[in-house]
């Protein structure tokens, strides 16, 4: 029997629900006079403002991905795949925004490194275009970008307020070693599959030329960042030219991990 699109409904109407109130908390942390993404806690790690309007692809994307399991296709990986994950991963970082917002650092540092786990990742070949722009994508790039909030998350919790206190030498190594553990993730997603894993790159490259814009008080964290986001940019390149190489070849030899199924 063909599939309906009342198949998985209640699960469908909770994706949605969800995904509205996930939307919801990061407009209220953008528009509350609080404004956290340009007033939050200040460490020597704090990208531009602008890095975090990177939410707002990952949202009309996943308002894409919402829509697409009310279709045949979608509803196998969405629904019959991903099931009830997608919602306990909008519900996580829902909470996650908004500790961040009231200043729970410490709590949200928690949070992210356990919300990361829920972060679905690429272990399935898309089968046609759609499967690529509202699941592949949208869960690329928000992986890329959680791996950056858990760095930034930790600075925040731990790490001194750069307003307040200079660039101490210790400082400087965690920032260094922090830097180049989000310029070796790029590359790890460059060269995770025989085309890379390109949006995920994307959003750590982004978030780095972020870190280079912002952070012009200490001359050692402005030009170390710019060592890495160049890098970055590098890995990002190897990931265009794999996936240049997929369409242009039409397909590509997948590995046994991507031929597993989305979940299992």
């Known amino acids: 029997m063909a599939d309906s699109w009342t198949d998985g409904l209640l699960l469908k109407i909770v994706n949605l629900l969800t995904y509205f ?9 953008v528009a509350s006079p609080a404004g956290i993404y340009f007033h939050g806690k200040e ?37 019959d795949g991903i099931s009830w994950r997608f919602p306990l991963l909008a519900i996580l970082n829902s909470i ?67 307003l307040e206190h200079r660039d101490g030498v210790w400082t400087k190594v965690f920032v260094f070693l922090a830097l180049f553990f989000l310029e070796g993730t790029a590359a790890t997603y460059a060269f995770s599959t025989p085309e890379g894993d390109l949006p995920a790159s994307i959003a750590i490259a982004w978030s780095l030329w972020a870190i280079f814009a912002q952070q012009t008080k200490s001359a050692f964290v402005h030009w170390s960042a710019l060592a890495f986001s160049i890098l970055a940019l590098v890995w990002v390149a190897k990931g265009a030219y794999g996936l240049f190489t997929r369409v242009r070849g039409g397909r590509i030899a997948l590995s046994d991990e991507e031929r597993a199924p989305l979940v299992g």
Not at 45 to 71: D, E, R
Not at 107 to 128: C, D, G, N, T
Not at 135 to 142: E, K, N, Q
């Open 43 to 79: 460490t020597y790690l704090t990208p531009a403002p602008w890095a975090f309007l990177i939410w707002s692809l990952i949202h009309l994307l996943l308002l894409g991905t919402v829509i697409y399991q009310f279709f045949p296709a979608g509803k196998r990986v969405i629904v």
């Open 96 to 162: 996650y925004v908004n500790l961040w917002a009231s200043h729970h650092f410490v709590l949200a540092f928690v949070l992210a490194l356990f919300h990361i786990y829920y972060i679905v990742k690429k272990h399935h070949s898309p089968q046609e275009t759609a499967d690529e722009l509202f699941i592949h994508l949208p869960f690329s790039l928000y992986h890329g970008w959680t791996t950056v909030l858990v760095v930034l998350s930790a600075f925040e919790a731990f790490g001194v307020n750069s």
């Open 21 to 29: 109130f996930f939307l919801g908390s990061n407009i209220y942390t």
